[in-house]
C-alpha cells in the first residue's frame, strides 16, 4: 500500500515503509555570526580600559615622589607596573587555556582595578609600600588591555586577523591619549572626595578597569580543548609544545615584540628630560608624546590591513626599519626644532606600530590554537622584561654619553634586529613545514 511521504526498502522479504527524516534547522546562530558586533564589543571595553593606562605611569611617579619626599622614587611604581604586567600576562594566558580568554581577561581587569583602589587608599593614607605593591596589581590591568588584540583573532577568518587585531589595538589610542589630559580634571575629583590631588587618576582607572571586566565576563567563550587521550602521550604533547614555541617564526615573532619595544621604551624614557633640557615647555613635550602615542596606536587599523594584504612579515620588517631610520636619525635631531623633533618621535612610534602589529599578526598565525595563548603570554611578557631594562639602561646611557649616543646604539639595535629577522624568517620559509 503506497502512503505518501514514504518509501520503501526493496530487497526485504516484505517491503519496509520508512518515513523520510525531517529538514535539518537552521544552525543557531555561533559566536562567529556576528564578528562585527563583537569586535565593536571589544574595541570599546579597549577604550574604557585604556583610559587607566595612565594611573600607573603618570600618576605613580609623582605620588611616589610625594610620599617618599624624594625624587628617586619616581621611577619605582613604573617598573613594578612593568613587572605586574609581565607576570599577569603569563597567567592572564594560562588561564584563558582553562577559562575562555573572556574569562581571563576579565581577571586581569579585575586585579588592575583592585591595584587602582589599593593606590587610592595608599595616598590617602601615605603609604608608599602599599603604593608600590599596588603598582604590580595595576599591571595586571595593563596586561589586559593589550592582550585583548589577540581575542580579536578569534572572531574573524585569517584572511583578516591582522585587520581584527589592528581595530582592537587602535582602540588603545583614545584611551591612552585621552587618559594623561584627566590628570587635572581627576584630582579636581579627587579632592572634591576629600583625597589628595595625585589620587585623581587611580579614582577614575578603578571604575574604567571594572566595567572593561564586565563588558568581557558578558562574553561568552570557551576554554581551549586540550587533546588528553590516552592515544597521545604527555611526553608527545610536551615535545610538540617545544617544537611550537622554538620554531623559527614563533621565535622570530617574539624577538621583534621584544626588539620594538626595547627601541622604543628606551629612547621616550629620555624624551621628556631632553626636550625639557633644551628648552621646550611641558605643553610642548606633552603635544610631543601625544603625537607619538598617537603614531603607536592610532594607524593600528591600517597596519592590520597591510599584515593581511601583503603579509605580517612584511610589515613587522618595516617596523624595525622605522625604528632604526628614528634611531639613527635622532642623533642628528636640531634639538630646538620643534617640529622636526615631534616628527621624530611620530617616526619612532610608527615603527612601535608596524613592529607590534606585524609580530602580532605573525605569532596568531604560527601558533596552533590549542598553544596560542600560552605563546601569546610569552610575546606580552617579553615587552614587558626589555622595557624593564631598556628604561634604566636609558637612563644610564644617556646621562654618561648623551641623547645622540643612546639614538645611535637604537638605531644599530633595530638594524640588527630587521636583519636577523629577515634572515630568520627566509630560512623558515625555505624549510618545508612539517606535519
Known sequence: MFRPGLRTVPGMSSDVLIE??????PAAPGPRSRPHRRLAVLAAATVVGSAGLAAGGTAGGIAAADLAGSASWAGAPLGLLVAGSAAGAMVISRRSVAWGRASAIALGYAVGAAGALGSVVAVAIGSLWLLLAAAVLLGWGNAAVFLTRYAAVELTDPARQGRALGIVLGATAVGAVLSPNLLGPGGSLAEGLGLPAVAGLYVLAAPCYL?????????????????????VSGALRDAAARATFLSARTCTAIAILGASNLVMVGIMAI????????????????????????????????????????????????????????????????????????????VLGLGWNAGVVGASAMLAAAVQADRRMQAEGVGEAAMGIVAGLGGPGAGVLAAHSGFAALCLVAGVAAAAAAVAAHLSLRSANRTPART
Not at 576554554?223 to 587521550?229: E, G, I, K, N, Q
Not at 610631543?288 to 603579509?311: E, I, K, N, Q, Y
Open 271 to 346: 624624551v621628556p628630560i631632553w626636550m625639557d633640557h633644551h628648552g621646550h615647555g611641558l605643553g610642548l613635550v606633552g603635544t610631543a608624546v601625544s603625537v607619538h602615542v598617537l603614531g603607536m596606536f592610532g594607524p593600528a587599523p591600517l597596519t592590520g590591513w597591510l599584515a593581511d594584504r601583503v603579509g605580517a612579515d612584511r610589515v613587522a620588517l618595516a617596523g624595525l626599519g622605522l625604528l632604526a631610520a628614528a634611531g639613527l636619525g635622532g642623533t642628528v635631531v636640531p634639538p630646538a626644532d620643534s617640529p622636526v623633533a615631534i616628527g621624530f618621535l611620530l
Open 20 to 25: 523520510p527524516r525531517p529538514a535539518p534547522r
Open 211 to 231: 566595567l572593561a571586566a564586565v563588558a568581557h565576563a558578558r562574553r561568552r567563550s570557551s576554554p581551549v580543548a586540550l587533546d588528553r587521550s590516552d592515544a
